[in-house]
T-cell receptor, first 116, second 115 residues
């Protein structure tokens, strides 16, 4: 079985300050991990994905995430928040045995608020 | 490629009516997912297909919901009869499963309102 836990349902930061959105995963097999973003009344867009080539993954719009197997974490960070980053962020795990290997499991989401 | 295409974008229907949501996945993709999103329950996986075969439909809320994938380029999600509590945004997503790290691509969603 696989699961993902987003530790914060809501995060508020000031514009220009760092962003940290936390995600822990559980998987019986080596997982694939993703972060998606959803702006209000929009669909889901891929921010970045873990491919095992490097533990530090860079995505779009200055976001990056670090895969830490020992901590089963895949936290999303950005050095400096912008107002346009305000959105809902989802951590996603994919992987498992043959029957469920393609299943995507979403976290409950973290709403990022950016204030002036 | 135009991406995952869902239709209609918006649907308003009366309680008791049949509703059919449609999805065209990205060409070449062999996995397809149906999700439902509400404020109360967040994003829920309803069902997913691999190579047109339903793999896991444990998320389908009840017998009023059914999904089909008659071929690799088309899927439907049907609700019959519809109820107000089915009001939600329904997303379809597709991906290629074969390479472990392939992401899913989402459609723009269908906003369903049952009155």
């Amino acid at each position: 079985a696989q699961s993902v836990t987003q530790l914060d349902s809501h995060v508020s930061v000031s514009e220009g300050t760092p962003v940290l959105l936390r995600c822990n995963y559980s998987s019986s097999y080596s997982p694939s991990l993703f972060w998606y973003v959803q702006h209000p009344n929009k669909g889901l867009q891929l921010l970045l994905k873990y491919t095992s080539a490097a533990t530090l993954v860079k995505g779009i719009n200055g976001f990056e995430a670090e895969f830490k197997k020992s901590e089963t974490s895949f936290h999303l960070t950005k050095p400096s928040a912008h107002m346009s980053d305000a959105a809902e962020y989802f951590c996603v795990v994919r992987g498992g045995n043959t029957g469920t290997a393609s299943k995507l499991t979403f976290g409950t989401g973290t709403r990022l608020q950016v204030t002036l | 490629d135009a991406g995952v295409i869902q239709s209609p974008r918006h649907e308003v229907t009366e309680m008791g009516q049949e509703v059919t949501l449609r999805c065209k996945p990205i060409s070449g993709h062999n996995s397809l997912f149906w999700y439902r999103q509400t404020m109360m329950r967040g994003l829920e996986l309803l069902i997913y297909f691999n190579n047109n075969v339903p793999i896991d439909d444990s998320g389908m809320p009840e017998d009023r919901f059914s999904a089909k994938m008659p071929n690799a380029s088309f899927s439907t999600l049907k609700i019959q009869p519809s109820e107000p509590r089915d009001s939600a945004v329904y997303f379809c997503a597709s991906s290629f499963w074969g390479a472990r790290y392939t992401e899913a691509f989402f459609g723009q969603g269908t906003r369903l309102t049952v009155v």
